[in-house]
């Protein structure tokens, strides 16, 4: 079982990024997925989630209407689109299995997103 995130990089606030979690040895529509972000010198912030069935998308106060997950069962790959960016969202960006309103067991290494003038 792993996942395997990408797409983070440098942006400047009000930029946009799309970050990918490719998935491997278990199918992601059969799980509860989400995104999870960890700031320096703060702990673990649940971003978004969907449940395993697709259907349901459930987002954090602070990027609702910004971000936007979405999930490829084809490529067994789980997104997050980000717009409107902002340096607090600055963090190690990573994605879980097993949560959709909350951080699973089972997590990446993560990506890191930077937004900076």
């Known amino acids: 079982v792993q996942l395997v995130e990408s797409g983070g990089g440098m942006v400047q606030p009000g930029g946009s990024l799309r970050l990918s979690c490719a998935a491997s040895?278990?199918?992601?529509?059969?799980?509860?997925m989400s995104w999870a972000r960890q700031a320096p010198g703060k702990g673990p912030e649940w971003v978004s989630g969907?449940?395993?069935?697709?259907?349901?998308?459930y987002y954090a106060d602070s990027v609702r209407g910004r971000f936007t997950i979405s999930r490829d069962n084809t490529k067994n790959t789980l997104y997050l689109q980000m717009n409107s960016l902002k340096p607090e969202d600055t963090a190690l960006y990573y994605c879980?299995?097993?949560?959709?309103?909350?951080?699973?067991?089972?997590r990446g290494q993560g990506t890191q997103v930077t937004v900076s003038s």
């Open positions: 879980t299995r097993g949560q959709k309103q909350g951080i699973g067991a089972v």
């Open positions: 040895g278990f199918s992601v529509s059969s799980y509860s």
């Open positions: 969907v449940s395993f069935g697709g259907g349901n998308a």
